[in-house]
């Protein structure tokens, strides 16, 4: 049985559990004109059966999910001859996936002899034996279930203090799923990264001035230095980073002013939609926008006032990458000063201030808190941006402050070092999770300041 299967059988006795757990509390009180006998709505009673003949059977479901390849394997490779139960780790893992794909009818590397037919088979035939087993457990679970808490309802029952509690139950487990989720990336990168500093100094990878992660793999190979220095890493994407915010604070932020406190209702209904359309414009188009248009006009305006402008530069990356960012600038300061009570414009108009005059004094300070969380999610937006920097600004970790010369950042060194088939018992590849870890620091970082900030002022004005 599939599980889309198990699953509409269990949501179809939930429903009809909701129906019969209404219609007993109604029965039990003489009906509905005599509702007021009951503790709590009908609706409620009908929740409470319907919730305990979902949870249960919904958790038996996951559990089972997560457990039953691992069973399965289990008892496929306990089944094998005692030589193949002899391999290798690899090897038993290369002979495992290749039992799996013939088993799903995907493509295996090699021939499939007599035995691992059996095998496939073999997995087919547990697989289906499991749905089955789940179905008749699933089913029975979420029957019993209800049918118990169908039996726990009287007119005194409890039932909406009781559905309550189970729906702040899930919100809880809900909320501490993200935070373990969130503890476990932490947690999964900086293992990573600890290896990697094992094998490579933090000083010379905090501090070294050569990037070049290619290690050699005999130790007779030449051209494979191994300099894991991530200076010109941070430095490029300090560099494209700064240009993009160059671009898109002054911007974002006036254009927020303009649609806030001076267009007519006409101009922002057009103006406010079409920067959301900008906004959800693909990274890969500015990419392409930034490779093919502006990247060259650099170089051309560039070479026509005497300077040398690679083709790639991390000014045409900047610039492109403010331009996408603008909209989120706009958007989050739009939201900041529209926020601001009107009595506050309202009294230093009253005092005889100007429109600019009130905004400068009154309505921007009391909408820095906002402002600077846009800020703030915006250059976080510029670190963590890849696809603009890989086609405008190149792939060379270059140590330089010259805009017009290409440079990487952090993350497009991330994606390469961990592009294609990868072991990862290499500095070279553990690599990008120190890198990674680098960047969750700067994040962090940046966060806490943000929040820093807005304490500061946001008192001023409570």
């Not at 509702?35 to 319907?50: C, E, K, N, Q, V």
């Not at 249960?56 to 559990?63: D, F, G, K, R």
């Not at 789940?134 to 808490?149: G, K, P």
């Not at 805009?403 to 070279?428: C, R």
Request: aromatic share 8%.
């Amino acid at each position: 049985m599939e599980l889309i299967t198990i699953i509409l059988a269990i949501v179809a006795l939930m429903l009809a559990s909701f129906f019969a757990g209404r219609a007993r509390s109604l029965r039990l009180v003489g009906g509905p004109r005599k509702i007021l006998r009951l503790h709590s709505l009908p609706g409620y009673y009908g929740y409470f059966t319907a919730l305990w003949c979902l949870l249960p059977a919904s958790l038996l479901v996951m559990v089972w999910v997560y457990l039953e390849p691992r069973v399965i394997v289990a008892l496929v490779m306990d089944g094998l001859p005692q030589a193949h139960q002899a391999l290798s780790e690899g090897e038993v893992n290369l002979l495992l996936g290749n039992i799996i794909n013939l088993a799903t009818g995907d493509a295996i590397s090699g021939n499939a002899d007599a035995i691992m037919q059996a095998a496939a088979e073999r997995f087919n035939q547990l697989t289906i034996d499991s749905r089955k087993i789940l179905a008749v457990f699933a089913i029975s679970v979420a029957a019993l279930s209800a049918i118990v808490s169908w039996r726990r309802i009287t007119p005194d029952f409890r039932a909406r203090n009781r559905v309550e509690q189970i729906i702040s139950a899930v919100l809880i487990l809900a909320s501490s799923i993200a935070i373990l989720t969130t503890i476990g990336i932490v947690l999964s990168v900086l293992f990573e990264a600890i290896r990697f500093f094992r094998e490579v100094s933090a000083i010379d990878f905090l501090f070294g001035l050569e990037w070049s992660p290619q290690t050699a793999i005999r130790s007779d190979q030449v051209g494979s230095s191994g300099s894991f220095g991530a200076v010109p890493l941070f430095t490029g994407t300090l560099l494209i980073t700064a240009i993009a915010m160059i671009v898109a604070v002054p911007v974002g932020l006036m254009t927020a002013i303009y649609l806030s406190e001076y267009s007519s209702s006409r101009i922002r209904a057009v103006a406010k939609p079409l920067l959301e359309v900008l906004a959800g414009i693909p990274t890969v188009v500015y990419g392409f926008f930034a490779a093919l248009t502006v990247a060259p006009a650099i170089r051309t305006m560039g070479e026509s006032l005497g300077f040398a402008v690679a083709s790639e530069s991390a000014l045409a990356a900047g610039l492109v990458m403010g331009i996408m960012i603008i909209p989120l600038v706009s958007s989050l300061s739009d939201d900041a000063i529209n926020a601001v009570p009107s009595a506050m414009r309202d009294g230093a108009l009253g005092l005889g201030s100007t429109l600019s005059e009130t905004i400068k004094m009154v309505i921007l300070p009391a909408a820095l808190p906002g402002i600077v969380g846009g800020i703030l999610l915006a250059v976080s937006r510029a670190i963590g941006e890849t696809m603009i920097v890989v086609m405008a600004a190149g792939l060379a970790a270059n140590l330089t402050a010259n805009p017009f010369e290409a440079v990487t950042t952090v993350t497009v060194q991330i994606v390469t070092l961990l592009i294609g088939d990868q072991e990862f018992d290499s500095a070279k590849t553990l690599a990008a999770f120190a890198l990674g870890l680098m960047l969750f620091v700067v994040t962090l970082a940046l966060n806490v300041l943000g929040i820093q900030v807005v304490r500061k002022y946001r008192e001023q004005y409570e």
